[in-house]
């Protein structure tokens, strides 16, 4: 098993920024990805960024590739989410994800390859 509990999440201007953090425990995570999707009122879960641990990938969703950074720290078992020039579109509600099976592009943007998933945060941009 896995637990993952995010934080970080809040109200921001447009144009801001924010920092999200997921601390995992459990397991070892030395083959999973790490992923954040969001999903916004009336909207699908749509994925935002992943990591994986080996070799230290990272993947972006186009709408936020740089402006979002997702990095990790192996030893604290913890994944970071930093999010600048925030936009009103960016207000969801955030949740990281663990999958021991995406090792693909499209394995990876996909949420049902994640195995383990946290409550998630709520991120709120203000025009």
């Known amino acids: 098993q896995v637990q993952l509990v995010e934080s970080g999440g809040g109200l921001v201007q447009a144009g801001g920024s924010l920092g999200l953090s997921c601390a995992a425990s459990?397991?070892?995570?030395?083959?999973?990805?790490m992923g954040w999707f969001r999903q916004a009122p009336g909207k699908e879960r749509e994925f935002v960024a992943a990591?994986?641990?080996?070799?230290?990938?990272?993947y972006y969703a186009d709408s936020v590739k740089g402006r979002f950074t997702i990095s990790g720290d192996y030893a604290k078992s913890t994944v970071y989410l930093q999010m600048n020039s925030l936009k009103p579109e960016d207000t969801a509600v955030y949740s990281c994800?663990?999958?021991?099976?995406?090792?693909?592009?499209?394995?990876?943007?996909?949420?049902?390859?994640?195995?383990?998933w946290g409550q998630g945060t709520q991120v709120t941009v203000s025009s």
């Open positions: 994800a663990a999958s021991s099976g995406a090792g693909t592009w499209s394995a990876v943007i996909d949420s049902r390859t994640y195995d383990y």
């Open positions: 990591i994986r641990w080996s070799g230290r990938i990272t």
């Open positions: 459990g397991r070892t995570f030395s083959r999973y990805a």
